[in-house]
């Protein structure tokens, strides 16, 4: 079956430093990301994750190579280009959460959607509709970040990724940070989304996060080596586990 | 500790540098004003004794001056010396005056005679002594532009008068136009070309010298009685106090603005040192946990903040009183040209010590007051950046239920983030307004309406001043009524009063007049009445007598009102044609016209071709000469208060915008990472600055409606004009407020240019 290709990411390449400190984060880097996907993206610490997805959504800039993202080539794009494009098309979730702490959460999650709409109570009511979601009651909504728990300033943070319908949603280990319950409802987030159809590329060292991916793409020294479809997530499936457990044995996890 | 403190200079350069400017552009005018508020007095003084300067001056008649007064003078009490000297008297029209004419009381005096007081010196000469010429007092030479080997022409009962000028003289008692005389030193064959000409009065002058506990004030009143009663009139009677005020007022005034403006200035750099710092330590509070936690205490940590600001302010300051130094002679020199003696400003070491001193401790005690709140965070909180004195905070603005735009209540939601930020922004927009708005009004006052300028300064402002005789002046009257020009009676007489002599309004009526320069009660109406000059209210009350003597007549007057009188010093009287021919005997031939629309060069030419009139001076081109003089002076000064004003703006703004883009750092690469571009965040950043600089300005310049009358008032009464005619006009205000609003933006905008280079990734790098 043919799948759309929503990113198309051809010899990239990155390096940080220069000189003798130079170090290639990847090189001659291909690879697809497919519409409707929770793509997740494992590999060990500085196999270069992290610099692949900000890549991928325009946050950073390859230093060779072209990425394609809904049919536009965004690697000629100046930065305030990118910012525009971002808009539509990317939602960011970030392990350290980065929540603006003088504003509500509603208020930050206006603030993203106010950059696509001017309809404020269309943004209202859908971000609404994502607190409900995400199962944020209407007084928390209101409060500052600094005031309310971990878990639930990241799904805050989600629902900011996703007020402007992004064409994909990109985590960077969006529960490194939290405990297991909280893990578990950002996670839970995620997949409801998913199943809603929203594609989401997320970054992550946790097996019990990737399971929520229907692929997990393994990196290691700036190459893919190993590309693994799960299937749709389902709460109780062993099979996935196991087949996810060996994948990553083989991966040398 | 050591190492702290560099940690935390270098960690702020651009900041401190800033602060650093401001510091030292506070010290360039605190010092230059302390300077000459020290060394302008001195100098007159110093210079007024090395010239041995008589303490009183009186000139009479050369014919009444009988042998034996000059013994009689130094007979009386309280003096010490006398001396006599010669010299010719005239109103001279001077020609050429900054390109116009203007009408002098003239000394000429013979430059080789032999003084024991009131000598001169020749501070500047072309050519031999011995060739015909004149040697001018520096205020002719500055102000009138008359340079040596040039010419210097006078008009003088209807004959020209020429001389060339040899030189520029320094003498301290008519050398500038202040006490209502100037003294011009002849050749002696130039005074020897007028000594017996008609058109001068050869009068005597006798200089006193008072013993060093007299009362001057007190002697030269002996001194006007004694002359009075020997039937002598005095044509001037002058005391070195009244003449020092009328050299010095303009350099007083100065000192006094100067100093006003250092302490503006002053108040706005200690709000900058203790928004920096209270910004610093929400910055850096992670960090001074830390360094709380192994071991530094609240004192070190205070002073690792406090230490920068008085590092940056002491060089700051020594900077800035150092470069004042290259400034003070410059100013020194614009001083000297209305003063009529120059100096050159050395270092003072009060001064010096009253700049540096003052501003440190003030901004120390400032700063360790704002650093206070160190001792009051604890170790663990600092670390996990709690401020358990401060509260969490509000939501401000809600985005869901706020009215307007959601870009707007983003702007809306920045400005009102920070109280320290707008408290600090609309200080300095509040204090920089004052600033502009009195240089606005001033520039309206002398260019759009120069009028209110001239007749503060001035008294009546006439378009041709005619002066006939008594055989032609039915016949001018006539020629004038029938050309349908508004004539109205009007000179000037020198009178004497009871402490010497002073210059006397006479007036037909002074209703017809155009200038009002009564400031208390009325002018006189009947012939009984007299209005007095200033310098008369303390001593004078509406309905007390007043005497005035001339030509040996004497009556008394009713004084009926105050007037204003900035060249005279207040030492000035108004009586009407009716009241001044009770002691003359006799009526003026003179007139003030106003054309109102007929062009005044060729119709003073008509009048002059008419023959009924001895002299036609055109009134109105020496106004204009005046207030083109006066205009590029104040235009000069009110460009360089607005060069300031933008300069401590950029600076102020610096470390604010600089704070700001710190302080939001992470707010910046979250808003870029979800779709911001720079140029949103710069003119959100602005955006948050903007409503706060409108309201500073805005609230100063409605303000101004009240202050600035004040503040003329206040500068002008200390020039002798109690009632100034300065408009205060809304437009300007508005105007000027927009103008500063808008220099602050663009500033602002110039400033968020960084923003540009935060990137959302480094956000990430750095988290």
């Known amino acids: 079956m043919d799948r759309d290709v929503i990113i198309s990411a051809r010899h990239l390449k990155k390096v940080f430093g220069s000189g003798e400190s130079e170090q290639v984060i990847y090189s001659d880097f291909d690879i697809d990301i497919y519409k409707g996907d929770f793509t997740v993206i494992m590999g060990a610490s500085g196999a270069g994750k992290s610099t692949l997805m900000y890549s991928l959504s325009g946050m950073d800039k390859p230093d060779a190579g072209t990425i394609t993202f809904c049919g536009k080539e965004i690697t000629g794009m100046n930065s305030d280009e990118l910012a525009v494009f971002r808009r539509r098309n990317c939602g960011f979730v970030f392990q350290q959460i980065y929540l603006i702490d003088k504003m509500s959460l509603l208020d930050n999650v206006i603030t993203a959607g106010s950059l696509t709409s001017r309809n404020k109570a269309d943004i209202v009511k859908r971000a609404n509709e994502l607190f409900d979601m995400v199962n944020i009651p209407d007084v928390t909504r209101r409060k500052l970040p600094s005031l309310i728990s971990g878990g639930e300033a990241q799904r805050a943070g989600i629902v900011r990724a996703a007020i402007n319908q992004p064409t994909a949603i990109f985590a960077d280990e969006p529960t490194g940070a939290l405990n297991s319950n909280n893990s578990d409802a950002v996670l839970d987030v995620f997949s409801k989304l998913n199943e809603n159809g929203q594609s989401i590329i997320m970054v992550t060292h946790d097996k019990k996060s990737a399971l929520r991916g229907n692929r997990v793409v393994y990196i290691r020294d700036g190459e893919i080596c190993g590309d693994c479809g799960l299937g749709k997530y389902t709460s109780e499936d062993s099979a996935r586990t196991e087949k996810l457990e060996s994948f990553l044995k083989d991966m040398g996890w | 500790m050591g190492g702290l403190i560099r940690h935390n200079l270098k960690k702020a350069k651009g900041q401190f540098i800033s602060f650093g400017l401001v510091m030292m552009i506070t010290a360039v005018i605190l010092n230059t004003s302390l300077v000459l508020l020290f060394q302008t007095g001195k100098a007159y003084d110093r210079l007024f004794d090395e010239l041995d300067t008589a303490d009183i001056s009186v000139s009479v008649p050369a014919a009444l001056a009988y042998d034996g007064l000059e013994n009689e003078l130094e007979d009386m009490s309280g003096v010490s010396d006398v001396s006599r000297n010669s010299a010719l008297f005239a109103s001279a029209a001077l020609q050429e005056f900054q390109g116009s004419e203007f009408t002098m009381n003239t000394c000429f005096y013979r430059l080789s005679d032999e003084r024991s007081l009131t000598k001169h010196k020749v501070s500047s000469q072309a050519g031999g002594a011995d060739d015909a010429g004149a040697y001018i007092p520096l205020y002719l030479s500055e102000l009138g532009g008359y340079r040596s080997g040039g010419r210097i022409r006078y008009i003088i009962g209807g004959e020209e008068y020429s001389f060339v000028v040899k030189g520029v003289i320094s003498e301290m008692q008519y050398g500038n136009y202040g006490t209502g005389f100037i003294g011009i030193y002849l050749t002696d064959k130039a005074y020897g070309s007028i000594a017996e000409d008609g058109n001068f009065t050869q009068i005597s002058e006798y200089l006193l010298k008072t013993d060093r506990d007299a009362d001057v004030t007190a002697v030269k009143k002996m001194l006007a009685e004694h002359i009075k009663e020997r039937g002598i009139p005095a044509l001037a009677l002058l005391d070195c106090e009244t003449t020092r005020k009328s050299r010095t007022m303009v350099s007083d005034t100065i000192v006094l603005f100067l100093a006003v ?138 985005l869901d239920s706020s009215k307007g735009p959601a870009g707007l209540n983003l702007i809306l ?181 106003y054309t109102e629309g007929l062009d005044t060069d060729s119709y003073a030419g008509r009048l002059r071709d008419s023959g009924y009139t001895e002299n036609v001076s055109n009134a109105a081109k020496e106004t204009k000469a005046m207030q083109a003089m006066y205009s590029s002076l104040i235009t000069v000064v009110a460009a360089l208060l607005f060069i300031i004003t933008v300069l401590i703006i950029l600076l102020i703004l610096y470390v604010i915008m600089r704070s700001m883009i710190t302080s939001l750092k992470t707010y910046f690469g979250i808003s870029k990472a979800i779709g911001f571009t720079s140029r949103q965040l710069i003119m959100q950043t602005v955006g948050s600055i903007a409503p706060v600089v409108l309201m500073g300005a805005v609230v100063s310049a409605v303000l101004g409606i009240f202050y600035l009358p004040a503040m003329f008032d206040g500068i002008f009464s200390v020039i002798g004009a109690q009632k100034n005619n300065f408009e205060i006009p809304v437009t300007v205000l508005i105007v000027t407020a927009l103008v500063l609003t808008a220099v602050n933006i663009i500033i602002g905008v110039l400033l968020c240019r960084p923003i540009k280079k935060i990137t959302a990734y480094s956000l990430i790098k750095e988290g």
């Open chain 2, 261 to 398: 403006f250092a302490l503006l200035v002053l108040i706005v750099s200690i709000f900058l040192a203790r928004f920096r710092i209270k910004n610093a330590i929400d910055e850096e509070m992670n960090e001074m946990g830390v360094f709380k936690g192994i071991g530094f205490t609240s004192r070190q940590l205070m002073c690792s903040q406090v230490v920068p600001y008085g590092i940056v302010c002491a060089a700051g300051l020594v900077l800035g009183t150092a470069l004042s130094y290259t400034l003070l002679p410059s100013v020194a020199d614009i001083l000297a040209v209305q003063s009529g003696f120059s100096y050159v400003p050395v270092f003072d070491i009060r001064a010096a010590g009253i700049t540096i001193g003052s501003i440190l401790l003030t901004v120390l005690v400032f700063t360790v007051l704002a650093a206070g709140r160190i001792k009051g965070l604890e170790a663990i909180n600092a670390v996990r950046g709690i401020d358990p004195h401060r509260p969490a905070g509000k939501n401000r603005f809600p």
């Open chain 2, 413 to 593: 939601k920045q400005a009102s983030a920070s109280s320290g930020r707008n408290v600090l922004l609309f200080a300095v927009t509040f204090v920089m307004m004052i600033l502009l708005a009195f240089t606005g009004v001033l520039l309206f006052n002398v260019n759009i309406r120069p009028d209110n300028f001239l007749t503060t300064l001035s008294e009546e402002l006439p378009d041709i001043r005619v002066q006939s005789d008594e055989e032609h002046f039915e016949e001018l009257k006539e020629l004038i009524a029938s050309d349908g020009v508004k004539a109205v009676g009007y000179g000037t007489v020198m009178a004497e009063y009871s402490d010497g002599s002073i210059p006397v309004i006479v007036c037909e009526d002074f209703a017809k007049l155009e200038n009002d320069i009564c400031y208390e009660g009325s002018h006189p109406k009947r012939g009984e009445e007299i209005a007095v000059g200033s310098a008369f209210a303390e001593n004078y009350s509406i309905g007390d007598s007043f005497r005035l003597t001339l030509n040996g007549t004497s009556r008394e007057y009713r004084v009926c009102g105050f007037i204003q009188s900035v060249n005279n010093n207040g030492l000035i009287a108004e009586v009407t044609d009716g009241g001044y021919g009770e002691i003359s005997g006799k009526q003026l031939y003179s007139l003030n016209l």
